[in-house]
C-alpha cells in the first residue's frame, strides 16, 4: 500500500524505562517490608539486628547481628518462617490470578471469586477434620490441591461456551461454588470435633500465625516449581488473547493449554491456601495494577506480579500482625476488606467499557 | 503446485449435512475466492480447511499428506487464518497484535526476519501510525486491517482471509484484495471468503460458488459468473456486464425503479 516504513522504536524503550522503574521501586519496597515485617512485633528488633542476623547465617561475619540468643530463636523460629511464607504465598497468589485471567480471557478471573480457594479450603478442611494433619505438610496440601482442582474443573466446565466466558456466567459460577464449599466447610466443622473446628474457623479467615519451616519448604517449593512452567507458557498465553481459534492457527495447542494451566493454578492456590487459609483478591489486585503500569503481556506481567504479590502481603501481613495491638488480625479479612471495594470498582469499570456485561 | 487438495469431503454436525460431496484443488500463486449465499457453508468450508474442523467423510492433503498428520506448529508455518471476528481480550496494541503472528517462528531461522516482517506487514495494511494504540480501543475497520497486518506478519505461504472487507470502507477494500493479489504473484495460496461478487472477479484467479453445501461451480470469474447461475443461487435477478477497464465481470443486481407512491407520506 505505502511505502515501507521504519518500525516505531519510541514504544520498546518507554516500555522498557517503565519497567525499570516498577522494579526499582517495588524492589524497594520488597526489601523495606521483609526487614520492617521481620522486625516489628511484640519483641521488637532493629533493622539493623535483622540484616546482621542473616549476613551472619549466609557466612558475612558482622557486628550488627543480636547477641541475644532470644532474638536469635523469634528471628529464626517465629520471624522468618512467616516472613518468607507470607513473599511465597502472595506471590504465587498473584500468579495464580494471571494465569487464570489469562486462560479464561477475562480480568475478573481470580482464584478466590470464582471459588477455587474455597475449593481448596474444603480439601484442607477434610484433611484436618479427619486427622490427617499428622502426616505432615504435604497431606494438607495435596487435600487442598484435590479441592482446588476439583472446582478449578467445575469452573471451566460451566463458565466456558464457544470458547469464551462470559462475565456474568464466571461470577454466577463462582457464587454457586462459593455458596456449596461454604455449605460442606460448615458440615465438616459441625462434624469435627472443637479443636479442629477451632483450626478450622481460623484457618478459614486466612493467617500467617504459627508457620514453620516445614511448611514455608512445600509452599516454596511447590511454587517455585510451578511458577517456571507458568513463565515457559507466557507467550502462549498472550496469544490466548486473540480468541481460541485465532491462537490454535498461531501453533498453539489450546486444550492442552488450558488443561495444564487449570492444573498450575490449583496447584500454586492449593498449597497457598493449604497453609495459611483464604486469601482473596491478591490474584486480582495485583495482576490488574502491574497490568495497568506495565500492559498486558504474559511474560512481564507474571514476573512483576510474582513481586508485587510477595510485596503486597508482606506488608498486608505486617499490618494485620500490628494494626491492633498484641493481637493477631486474619490477613484474610485484611485483603477482603481492600479487594472487596477494589473488585466492585473492576466490575462497575468493566461493565462501562464493554458497555455491557460482555 | 497443489496446496490443497480435496476429495469427496463431507461435513456433518449431527443430522444436518453442513459440506456435501467437495473435491476441489487449491493452487499456489492463485486468488481464490469463495462465495455464495449466507448459510451456504463458505465458512464451514474454510474451517476444513484450516484443520478447526474435521470432514465426517473425504479426504483432505495439505501439499500431499492428509491434513490430520500435521503437527499444530507446522501447520502455523504453513498456513495464516484471518477470521470474521477478531476481539482481543486485554489492551494489547496494535503493535503487539501483528508481532503475536510471529510466534509460530519462534526458536527458527526466521526469527531473525522478525522486525522486518512486522514493519512491512504494517505498512502494507496501511496500520503504522495505529501501532502504539491499544487494540480494543481501535475502529472495526482498524482492527480488521491490524488483524490482517498480524495474518500477513505470520509469513506462511496459504493465506486464508474470512470477509476480510466487511469492516472496511472503499479504499481499504480495495487495497486487501490487492494485498492479495501481490501474496498470490509470490507464488503464495490465499483463499478469500467474499460476499461482494464484483470485487471477487476484479482480483480473484478462480472464484468457487457454494450453495448448500455443494460446490456448484469453480474456475475463472468470467466462466464462472454468468448470469443464469448467479440468479439460480442466489434467488436474485442480475446483470453480469464486463468491467471497461479490465474486462472483468461486474454483477449487478436488476432493480425497477421504486415508484413514489410506495413511500409514505409522512415522511
Redesign the interface.
Known amino acids: ?8 522504536v ?2 520498546p524503550h518507554r516500555h522498557r524505562s517503565r519497567r525499570a522503574a516498577f522494579y526499582a521501586v517495588t524492589g524497594i519496597l520488597f526489601l523495606t517490608g521483609v526487614v520492617l515485617s521481620a522486625g516489628l512485633g511484640q519483641l521488637a528488633i532493629g533493622p539493623a539486628e535483622v540484616i546482621g542476623s542473616v549476613l551472619r547465617a549466609i557466612g558475612i561475619p558482622n557486628d550488627w547481628a543480636p547477641s541475644e540468643p532470644l532474638l536469635e530463636q523469634t528471628l529464626w523460629q517465629i520471624r522468618f518462617p512467616r516472613v518468607v511464607i507470607s513473599l511465597a504465598v502472595g506471590a504465587l497468589l498473584a500468579v495464580a490470578g494471571a494465569v487464570m485471567q489469562a486462560i479464561f ?3 475478573l478471573a481470580e482464584p478466590g471469586v470464582v471459588g477455587v480457594s474455597s475449593g481448596a479450603a474444603v480439601g484442607a478442611a477434610l484433611a484436618i477434620t479427619f486427622g490427617l494433619t499428622s502426616f505432615g505438610a504435604w497431606a494438607t496440601a495435596s487435600f487442598a490441591f484435590a479441592g482446588g482442582l476439583a472446582a478449578t474443573l467445575l469452573v471451566y466446565a460451566t463458565a466456558r461456551a464457544q470458547g469464551r466466558t462470559e462475565t456474568v456466567t464466571l461470577l454466577l459460577t463462582g457464587i454457586a461454588v462459593n455458596a456449596f464449599t461454604g455449605a460442606a466447610l460448615a458440615l465438616l466443622m459441625f462434624a469435627g470435633d472443637s479443636s479442629s473446628r477451632e483450626q478450622i474457623v481460623f484457618w478459614q479467615l486466612g493467617s500467617m500465625n504459627g508457620a514453620r519451616w516445614p511448611e514455608v519448604g512445600v509452599v516454596v517449593l511447590v511454587g517455585a516449581a510451578a511458577t517456571i512452567v507458568v513463565l515457559a507458557l507466557a ?1 502462549q498465553y ?6 481460541d ?2 491462537a ?6 489450546v486444550e492442552r493449554l488450558r488443561v495444564v494451566s487449570i492444573v498450575l493454578v490449583a496447584l500454586l492456590t492449593g498449597v497457598a491456601v493449604a497453609f495459611v487459609g483464604i486469601i482473596a483478591f491478591v490474584g486480582l489486585v495485583v495482576p490488574h495494577i502491574v ?1 495497568m503500569l506495565l ?3 504474559n511474560r512481564g506481567l507474571i514476573t512483576a506480579s510474582l513481586l508485587g504479590g510477595a510485596t503486597m502481603l508482606v506488608y498486608a501481613d505486617l499490618l494485620a500482625r500490628t494494626i491492633v495491638p498484641s493481637a493477631d488480625l486474619p490477613i484474610g479479612i485484611l485483603t477482603s476488606l481492600v479487594g472487596g471495594p477494589f473488585f466492585f470498582w473492576l466490575i462497575r469499570r468493566n461493565r462501562r467499557r464493554a458497555g455491557g456485561w460482555a | 503446485m497443489i496446496a490443497y487438495a480435496l476429495r469427496d469431503v463431507d461435513f456433518r454436525i449431527g443430522d444436518a449435512t453442513i459440506l456435501e460431496a467437495i473435491t476441489l484443488d487449491i493452487a499456489y500463486g492463485r486468488v481464490l475466492a469463495l462465495v455464495g449465499p449466507n448459510g451456504a457453508g463458505k465458512s464451514s468450508l474454510l474451517s476444513i480447511l ?1 484443520g ?1 474442523a474435521r470432514p465426517t467423510d473425504g479426504e483432505v492433503l495439505l501439499d500431499g499428506r492428509p491434513l490430520g498428520a500435521w503437527t ?2 507446522d ?3 504453513t ?3 484471518l ?1 470474521q ?9 496494535a ?3 501483528v508481532e ?2 510471529r ?2 517462528w ?1 526458536g527458527s531461522d526466521l526469527a531473525e526476519a522478525d ?1 522486518e516482517a ?3 506487514a ?5 496500520v ?1 501510525h495505529l ?2 494504540r491499544a487494540y480494543p480501543s481501535l475502529s472495526g475497520g482498524e482492527k480488521a486491517r491490524v488483524s490482517l497486518a ?1 495474518v500477513l506478519a ?1 509469513d506462511t505461504r496459504i493465506v486464508m482471509l474470512d470477509e476480510p472487507t466487511a469492516a472496511l470502507d472503499l479504499r481499504h477494500q480495495e ?1 486487501v484484495l ?2 492479495a493479489h501481490e501474496l498470490a504473484a509470490n507464488d503464495r495460496a490465499v483463499v478469500v471468503v467474499l460476499h461482494d461478487l464484483s470485487l471477487a472477479a476484479a482480483y480473484a484467479d478462480d472464484i468457487a460458488i457454494v450453495d448448500q453445501g455443494r460446490l456448484v461451480a469453480c474456475g475463472p470469474p468470467d466462466e464462472v459468473l454468468t448470469e443464469a447461475r448467479i440468479e439460480a443461487v442466489y434467488g436474485t435477478p442480475v446483470r453480469v456486464i464486463a468491467d471497461p477497464d479490465t474486462g472483468r465481470p461486474v454483477v449487478l443486481p436488476r432493480r425497477s425503479a421504486l415508484s413514489s407512491s410506495s413511500v409514505p407520506r409522512s415522511f
Open positions: 500500500m505505502t511505502a515501507l516504513a521504519p518500525a516505531p519510541g514504544a480471557a477475562n480480568p507467550r498472550d496469544l490466548l488473547s486473540l480468541g481459534r485465532t490454535a492457527h498461531l501453533g498453539v495447542n497490568r500492559g498486558p503481556s | 484450516t478447526d499444530a506448529r501447520l502455523a508455518r498456513r495464516a487464518v477470521l471476528a477478531n476481539q482481543v481480550a486485554f489492551s494489547f496494541t503493535a503487539d497484535v503475536m503472528g510466534a509460530p519462534i522486525e512486522i514493519a512491512d504494517m505498512a502494507r495494511t496501511d503504522v501501532a502504539e498480524r505470520q487495497d490487492r494485498v
